[in-house]
């Protein structure tokens, strides 16, 4: 019941009205208690009533027309004409409220001594009007909480733009994953149609099972990292049917994997490497070891991978592809401070290390049984 109250006054405070009103309370009350210093507070309440209002139409004359129309469009000039007459117009309002409400109100109900009421009375109603320190504590007033605002609503919009062009960046990087994925895999499969092998079918059903998971499980943020372990033992599945007896492969498997969350196909870019730019250009036998340890929330994959004997031909190759270069920056945009890609290029072996921080689900999922590999 309690979580339950909580997910709706979190609900309801998400929403932009109510936040909307609360930072104007919150205003208001913060006004009155400054004003109440040189009067009372029922006072400064009775006043503010009036000046907040005028607060409140200059910031969303601001954010709601200034803004959009003239700043974002290129009319510099119009937004500040527009702008800094704006701020006269209102800032001329709270001085008429000044003379005519405020004042007269404070007259009325504050035990004032002769030269204070003379004080605030003193002069013509023009003089007072635009007398140049009232003027500018006016012009003070209005702009200092109006502003503030500005600023955090730039602020916000600033963060969503930045955070829509980001999931855009990270959608591409991940629409490129699967048509490479599938480029490679139906290569495999060619091969395997010229050499007329009864294991095509397998391949066909393996690959069908593959493309499902990246449609309808890929789809969100982050997976189980069991279900995209899984994924990546069906892949290694398939190449080595591909390979046969030419493969010397090993894959190991520590740790807990029930309960972590992993951005989905991160991985499986460094261990189709292994084998593209590894298994496939190897004459005669090939190797490829691969090693996943969880610790805590701290995964390591270990990729490597022999290479073929043409080292110097193939100097290179790996950093060149687009698979690598999606892959790393993948994990710059969603790992920035929680990952750490090292890769060794030696004479005959290729070696990817990849360590990150992994999110824990809440919910753990049941176990889900592992393939052998």
Known sequence: MFQDGVMKLKKVISNRVVQ?????????????????????????????????????????????????????????????????LVMLFLSFISRVMDIYIAIPYIIKYMPLDSWEKAELTRSAVFDRLFDLVFFMNALKAMNMIVWFAVVIKMFKLWYERKQAALQAELNALKGQVHPHFLFNTLNNLYALTLANSPRSSEVVLGLSDLLRYMLYECDTDLVSLQKEVQMLQRYIT??????????????????RLEDKLVTPLIMLTFIENAFKHGASDTVGEAWVTIDLQVVGDNMKLKVANSKPASNALNAGKHFGNIGLQNARKRLELLYPAAHELKIMDDEDTFLVVLELKLQTDPISSPNLALITT
């Open 20 to 84: 909307h009103v609360l930072f104007w309370a919150i205003v208001f009350v913060l006004y009155t208690f400054l004003y109440s210093v040189k009067s009372s507070f029922w006072i400064a309440f009775r006043n503010n009533l009036f000046y907040t209002p005028l607060h409140i139409t200059f910031y969303y004359f601001i954010t709601g027309y200034l803004i959009p129309i003239y700043l974002f469009e290129g009319r510099y000039v119009s937004f500040l004409s527009l702008l800094v």
């Open 238 to 255: 398939l190449e080595r049917l591909r390979y046969e007896e030419r493969l010397d492969l090993n894959f190991t498997i520590s740790g």
